[in-house]
């Protein structure tokens, strides 16, 4: 499974963005909330280990185990369903014996591309045909439908759009991708339509109301948008430098715990509000750019399997991040998705650097030029 490559070949430039992003993470979580600093460090300093581990073993031979992989990930995803920890009104954290706490969902995502990027490769040919795009959804509907159960229909949101990436890298037609654009466009607004409606069943009460104060952020500013309102408040109040790591200032947003999760899914403001634009500009910048890095080792990877896997991974970041920032200075609807390897969360931060791992090693064994 280990191979020799050649020191040169590994992508050095990668690891620096990702680590710096990390260290920046670690930095606003000690400020945000400081007792989960070195909680953070210690799934930093596990990440990282993960991160180099997997990088220099042979995903060829890991993807193999591409059923294994399929399978563990629907029975965690089912043990979350059956015996899962609730917290903030959702049962997405599973607690097993002698471990801590985590989210499967967020390793649902590794495991989704993993899985298909074998499968893709091993049906390649047949990529196009009907019956096994058919096949192709069927086998992502299931993982998707439990996590959309717990509810968590922010990561369903996620894993769409990277199962879509998979699709698109993978090979699919032109042809279909349009056919398939032009029937889900309009479902998607008729849906959205319909969501909107009173007595919908389609989604939660809660997730209707974030949509629909975000729609009239006016009218609900006070009510379900008050943490946008706050984070807006606190990422404008930084101004160009910030107001300084772990201030003491009365004005500040995040001393007067204004903003509910604010080492999670609204770091970002923590973050604008004490290193300013130059911080938030610093953080947007690392994130594309981890994204574009993943992106261009997909496209020199030797087969279509390290395609998918380092385009299904900078998917992964690009989305997320744009989700989670947008959220933040309310571009978009609260959804609670943490930002890649900045908020806290051991399951979330550590499945990001196995990802990691694995484009590294799809760069180690990409065509030279």
Known sequence: MLRQYKIRHYDFKLVFLVITLAVIGIIAVGSAEPSLQKRQIAGFAVGVFLMIVLSLFDYSVLLKLYWLMYLFNIVLLILVIVMG???GGAQRWLKIPGMPQFQPSELAKILIILFFAQFILKHQQQLNTFQYIVLCCGLFAVPAILVL???DLSTTIVICLIFATIMFTGGLSWKIIGGFLAVMIPAAMILFYLILQPDQKLIDPYQQGRIIAFLNKEEYANAQGYQQEYSVMAIGSGQLTGKGYKNNQISSVKNADFIAEQQT???FA????EFGFIGACTVIILVLLISVECFLIARRAKDAAGTIIASGIGAMIGFQGFINIGVVTYVLPNTGLPLPFVSYGLTSLVSCFIG???????????KQK
Do not use: A, S, T
């Open 270 to 273: 923590v973050i604008g509000e």
């Open 149 to 151: 159960k717990q509810p």
């Open 265 to 267: 899914d609204f770091i």
């Open 356 to 366: 990691i791992g694995f484009v590294l090693n799809v760069g180690l064994q990409c």
């Open 85 to 87: 920890e609730d917290g």
